[in-house]
């Protein structure tokens, strides 16, 4: 019997390619580049058996910069592209990469599609919430009131919310994520170990088009007041434990309380349940500034993915059948309907 060789660990090193990376100096696509760098060898991931897949827009680069197969394809059908390579070979780790613009505007039918269905694959929207590549335009996520060279007085659209849009769309894993901060990594994990679409936003800082423009909760000096990393099992609370979130139950909405003396239980904050998707949806649409940004696993509900159930139907519709090519292709082009239609 021969004895199976060992496959070597991997290092960020391997996930790395020869391609000069052509992002602008200070973006914040280089510390989301790295994060997956790292993650992918604590995962346990595989060069081999990797494809990242990008639609267009300067996060569409991302690609390049893996170590592993990738497809570079057409704006806002990243989604697409990734079903089929999934179906084609199921046991592929496929992550899709993709932007607000992307996935949103052109590609929001496309994103919505691949939510619902629930194929079992990574998605990374980087929200910077402008259109960097072509040179400043507003997007679907641009704050009302955002001046570009396409709204010279202000953008007049209301911006869609990217988790509110996965969560009505069926979505069953939502976290989000900060370009430079040090949980993204975690939240990477946990995307990767959910069986299913697991969808993490990211915002990230576009530093010559849209430079700042989330800096009120991403500054330090602002983090500790105006970010919520949640967890699941864990209550609610900001602002260094002296403030959390309670449930209002004549009204069914959120509210921020003030917790003294760290019992968030007499102020009845609640606790994080990651399978509530109710709550879920609170958190996601809480207004910034009168609220925090929830950051993190904000839901994690696992159920069948698109991908096995094709599998299974094909492996039904197939059994006690022999494949023959040939008879198929000689049979001729014509059928015979036999079976009566429904009476009316």
Aim: with cysteine; charged share 20%.
């Amino acid at each position: 019997m021969n004895d199976m060789t060992p496959i070597a660990k991997t290092s960020p090193k391997d996930w790395e390619t020869d391609q000069e990376v052509r992002w602008c100096p200070g973006c914040g696509d280089y510390a989301i580049l790295k994060a997956v760098q790292r993650t992918m060898p604590e995962i346990g991931a595989r060069p081999e058996n990797t494809v990242f897949v990008s639609g267009i827009g300067c996060s569409s680069r991302f690609p390049y910069y893996m170590e592993t197969y990738g497809f570079h394809t057409i704006h806002g059908r990243a989604p697409a592209v990734a079903t089929g390579v999934k179906l084609a070979n199921p046991d592929l780790d496929v992550w899709i990469i993709t932007g607000d613009g992307d996935a949103l505007s052109i590609g929001g039918n496309h994103t919505m599609h691949l939510i619902r269905r629930n194929l079992d694959c990574q998605v990374l929207l980087f929200n910077n919430e402008i259109y960097g590549l072509t040179k400043g335009q507003y997007s679907p996520t641009s704050h009302v009131g955002t001046r570009s060279p396409s709204t010279p007085f202000g953008s007049l659209d209301r911006p869609l919310t990217p988790c509110a849009f996965v969560l009505g769309s069926g979505a069953r894993f939502v976290a989000r994520a900060i370009d430079v901060n040090k949980n993204l990594p975690a939240v990477l994990k946990a995307a990767y170990a959910h069986k299913g679409t697991g969808f993490v936003e990211i915002f990230q800082n576009c530093i010559v088009y849209n430079d700042d423009v989330f800096a009120p909760f991403t500054e330090k000096a602002n983090a500790a007041g105006s970010q919520m990393w949640v967890e699941h099992g864990k209550p609610l609370l900001f602002a260094g434990g002296t403030k959390g979130l309670a449930l209002d139950t004549e009204k069914l909405v959120l509210k921020v309380v003030d917790v003294e003396g760290g019992d968030w239980e007499a102020a009845k904050v609640i606790v994080h349940d990651q399978t509530n998707r109710a709550v879920a949806h609170m958190l996601v649409e809480m207004p910034f500034g009168a609220f925090p940004m929830a950051l993190g696993v904000i839901y994690d509900d696992p159920a069948p993915t698109f991908e096995s159930a094709v599998v299974a139907q094909n492996a039904q519709a197939s059994t006690g059948k022999t494949a023959n090519l040939q008879k198929l292709l000689s049979q001729g082009q014509t059928w015979q309907v036999e079976k009566q239609p429904h009476a009316m």
